[in-house]
């Protein structure tokens, strides 16, 4: 016999992992899936390139002195700047929906977690009790 289940029992030992290791490992996965959404959505880009026209797309000024022509480059490049600009706010709207989303989720699995043990020691009570009227 191991060691371990010669000093405690099996209700210890599992105890002491799904307080110990079993819960350092679920906010490893939190944090896993906190990290995707964040990368996923590319936070830090979107944001640096808030104002960047929609997909590089725009006109160039050209040589010499045609007020029309500089009328309707800056009328195209301001269009493409706003399109770029509304369609990123909204893809950082979804992303951060997303992460408050997995976080809402992650803490409501910790909660989860954190009462199961005693959801099925009150369940094997309760049938026990029930067993026995």
Known sequence: MSEAFEKNSAFFEYVRWHYGRGLKEYFGVAGNFLWFVAHFFSFKLLIKTLFSPWKRLGESYGNGLNLSRYAETFIVNTLMRA???????????????????????????????????????????????????
């Open 83 to 133: 399109v770029g600009f509304f369609t990123r706010v909204i893809v950082l709207v979804l992303g951060l929906a997303s992460y408050v989303l997995v976080l809402t989720l992650s803490f409501l699995g910790l909660l989860i977690w954190i009462l199961a043990p005693a959801v099925v020691i009150g369940s094997i009570v309760l049938a026990i009790t029930f067993y026995n009227i």
